[in-house]
């Protein structure tokens, strides 16, 4: 058996836990970090520049959400079949998976067709759509390299290779953050410059990736010879993958809707919410990571029947998740002033980007819990109530109380929305865990095992 499936299957819970999750956590964090480097050399640019990339920020992480959805979905379904001992059908999942991903990338070139009425849509400002425009074309080309990069980051993942999938993140990540400043002001190429450099930075990625299965190193074979158009593919990739692709549509969809309520204050206070929303995508990177590597394990488990090793890694997951929440929480709110101020000078840009950042940041320890709990769900086959959670956080629950808040409270009720959803989505889940405990403890399926 290749090492790293023996270690998913009977190294010590804990162990593999991290072995799974530390490096992912640490790749998104890069990734992140280059996010918050980037926002940080576009803000000397000025209020336009920065205006320009928070209006963009949405957009720019719902499309490569594509890559999620096949990757996610088709990782925890190869690890699935890998656990169960089916590696022929886990190389067909991965071809198609990857075929699937390139082939939406070259589709998504159409949106190049539609930019402006979206970008409009978003809140652009006449002052801020030239830039917008600028940023989001160059990104639009980047989906070629990107999509795929996601897709491979996550299905390298689904045979335990997790320290590649964070290597090609950071080696990525650091590449943009030496070339930012330099293609922004001595090319003199401005927040294109920005836009340059993150697309550079997706195509050393998949650079890196690729040769992975190209050159035989896998424990298993991606060929264009194995990639099939059938429902027995389809199905099970989707009803993990919509609900992790939802997740992200609805984070890109909660952050236009916020700017769209806080317009009529002014751009300096959507300056202000996107500076808040990328210090907190950046965090949220870290509990993602963790359940990443969470989700690999109980996959894997899964095929091999094992409720036990599930039963361990859940309670860790949610323990851990939790802890790693308040921290995050704490440092977001005892350090929100010198971190706003490292994004802008203006003083009423950070006086509104503090307030924002603690808003976001009260219950955010909640969502360390219910990452864990979403995953678990669809890993144990509650595809429905995983999908209905994935979307309650940053969608069903979220948006109709940001708009009532935004009208009762104004700036401050958009400040305070999330928080509010944190808590009712927490109790929800909550709620349908207890419901269907004694059911899970004597599910058929692992008699069988």
Excluded at 21 to 45: E, W
Excluded at 191 to 198: N, S
Excluded at 352 to 377: D, E, H, K, P, R
């Amino acid at each position: 058996m290749n090492k790293r499936l023996e270690m998913m299957e009977k190294g010590p819970v804990s162990k593999a836990l991290i072995y799974l999750g530390l490096p992912t956590i640490v790749g998104l964090l890069m990734t992140g970090f280059y996010n918050f480097i980037d926002s940080f050399f576009v803000a000397h640019l000025g209020t336009s520049a920065m205006g320009a990339i928070s209006i963009v920020y949405p957009f720019i992480t719902f499309i490569p959400g594509l890559g999620l959805l096949f990757g996610n979905g088709g990782a925890a379904y190869i690890s699935e079949l890998l656990g169960a001992g089916e590696k022929k059908k886990a190389e067909i999942v991965l071809s198609s998976t990857f075929f699937y991903c390139v082939a939406g990338s070259i589709l998504f070139q159409l949106t190049l067709l539609f930019l402006r009425p979206m970008l409009r849509f978003m809140g652009a400002s006449s002052a801020v759509m030239p830039m917008a425009v600028d940023y989001a074309r160059i990104l639009i080309f980047g989906f070629l390299f990107q999509i795929p990069s996601i897709c491979l980051m996550n299905l390298v993942r689904a045979e335990g290779a997790v320290a590649l999938s964070t290597y090609s993140q950071i080696i990525g990540s650091v590449v943009n953050v030496i070339l930012d400043p330099i293609f922004i002001w001595p090319l003199k190429m401005g927040i294109r410059g920005a836009a340059v450099t993150d697309v550079i930075g997706q195509f050393i990625s998949v650079a890196i990736l690729l040769p992975f299965y190209l050159f035989k190193k896998s424990y298993l074979n991606l060929s264009i010879k194995n990639v099939r158009f059938q429902s027995w593919i389809i199905k099970p990739i989707l009803k993990v993958g919509i609900p992790i692709f939802t997740i992200n549509m609805f984070q890109s969809l909660s952050i236009s809707a916020a700017n769209m309520a806080a317009a009529p204050f002014g751009d300096r206070t959507i300056v202000a919410l996107g500076i808040a929303n990328r210090v907190v995508g950046m965090t949220t990177f870290a509990i993602t990571g963790f359940s990443r590597g969470y989700q690999t394990f109980i996959s894997y488990n899964y095929g091999a029947r094992n409720k036990e090793r599930i039963s361990e890694a859940t309670k860790k997951a949610y323990q851990w998740g939790i802890c790693g929440g308040i921290v995050i929480s704490l440092l977001q709110i005892l350090l929100a002033k010198p971190i706003v101020r490292g994004f802008s000078s203006e003083p009423e840009v950070i006086n509104i980007g503090v307030q924002a950042l603690i808003a976001a940041s009260i219950f955010f320890f909640t969502y360390g819990f219910q990452a864990m709990a979403i995953v678990y769900l669809l890993c144990m086959k509650y595809n429905k109530a995983g999908f209905v959670f994935s979307i309650s956080r940053q969608g069903i629950i979220y948006l109709p109380i940001l708009f009532i808040m935004a009208h009762v409270l104004k700036q401050t009720g958009i400040f305070y929305a999330q928080a509010i959803a944190d808590i009712i989505t927490t109790l929800l889940i909550i709620v349908f865990l207890i419901k269907i405990k004694d059911k899970i403890a004597n599910d058929p399926y692992f008699v069988q095992a």
